[in-house]
């Protein structure tokens, strides 16, 4: 199905001349989405969530691939792997699409290296209410303690593995452990949507940049302070979160006035594998409810 929807595909330049790939779905009128995925992944894994007929009639979808992943550049430098080149990246994106106030939806640390968690740096660097509002796809906020504390034990064993630069074997025990708890039943899961999922370009070097970035998280608690507006949609059986110390709900809920938190029983990690349906509904009513508005009234 995805193979026959038209998308809008662009090559980019950020601030710093990374490359980024972004592409698009759906009409420009609508309220405007921009689709995060995860780490080490692409925006590739959306292709069959983006050309769901609802998606398409109601919503203006943008993805990009987030620097050092799938289709963008690849830099090796600390700096470049700074919260504000995230910031610049997505700023590109907006530019690109001529994007106004759009709902930033981040899968897993789409929300984080790369996702719900660019929320942190687009608050953080850019303009006040340059997003209407902020969906986590089974998100966690930014890297650094909170990370730690959101990490189920299962995610937490692979992470070691994935940063190190001196054992194949390691990292590839580790990127296969980190893939089966994406899902809830990975041995259920099609052999091409496991691959699909297992990563990206992504070398141990820029995994270990992404994940070890500094983050500061208190510009988006302000902003939720002032009204801006997040959904959390996480799934219970989330092996990437069962066990953790904390749930996202109970790291983000105090800070935020517009507040929704919708847990999917039985669900795993990969909610637009598992159910997109459950992700499909709730997006459009969050996005047509605040997309393209000021949270602060003004």
């Known amino acids: 199905m995805s193979s026959q929807i038209q998308t809008d595909a662009r090559t980019l330049h950020s601030s710093d001349g990374t490359v980024i790939f972004a592409e698009a779905t759906g009409s420009p009128k609508n309220p405007s989405v921009v689709l995060i995925s995860g780490l080490s992944l692409s925006g590739c894994v959306f292709d069959d969530l983006c050309a769901d007929p609802r998606l398409l009639e109601k919503l203006y979808i943008v993805r990009y691939d987030v620097r050092g992943h799938g289709r963008s550049g690849k830099p090796t430098t600390e700096t470049a792997y700074e919260s504000k080149m995230f910031a610049d990246d997505f700023k590109t994106v907006m530019e690109a699409f001529k994007l106004v106030r759009p709902v930033l939806a981040g899968w897993s640390m789409g929300c984080t290296l790369p996702t719900a968690a660019?929320?942190?740096?687009?608050?953080?660097?850019?303009?006040?209410?340059?997003?209407?509002?902020?969906?986590?796809?089974?998100?966690?906020?930014?890297?650094?303690?909170?990370?730690?504390?959101?990490?189920?034990?299962?995610?937490?064993?692979?992470?070691?593995?994935?940063?190190?630069?001196t054992d194949v074997v390691t990292f590839q025990k580790s990127s296969a452990l980190f893939v089966d708890k994406v899902f809830a039943a990975p041995e259920k899961v099609p052999y091409k949507t496991w691959c699909l999922h297992a990563g990206h370009s992504l070398t141990p070097e820029i995994m270990k940049l992404t994940l070890g970035r500094k983050m500061d998280i208190e510009p988006l608690r302000q902003a939720g302070k002032e009204g801006l507006p997040l959904l959390i949609i996480q799934g219970t059986a989330d092996c990437h979160r069962v066990g953790a110390q904390k749930t996202v709900e109970e790291v983000m809920k105090p800070y935020f006035k517009k507040f929704e938190c919708i847990w999917l029983e039985g669900r795993g990690h990969a909610l637009h594998v598992e159910c997109p349906d459950d992700i499909v509904r709730p997006l459009i009513r969050f996005t047509e409810s605040y997309g393209g508005k000021d949270y602060r009234g003004a």
Not at 131 to 137: D, I
Not at 139 to 163: H, K
């Open 118 to 165: 660019m929320a942190t740096d687009i608050v953080a660097h850019l303009p006040p209410a340059t997003l209407s509002g902020v969906v986590y796809l089974a998100g966690v906020p930014c890297t650094g303690e909170i990370l730690g504390e959101l990490a189920g034990p299962g995610v937490a064993n692979a992470l070691p593995g994935l940063i190190t630069t």
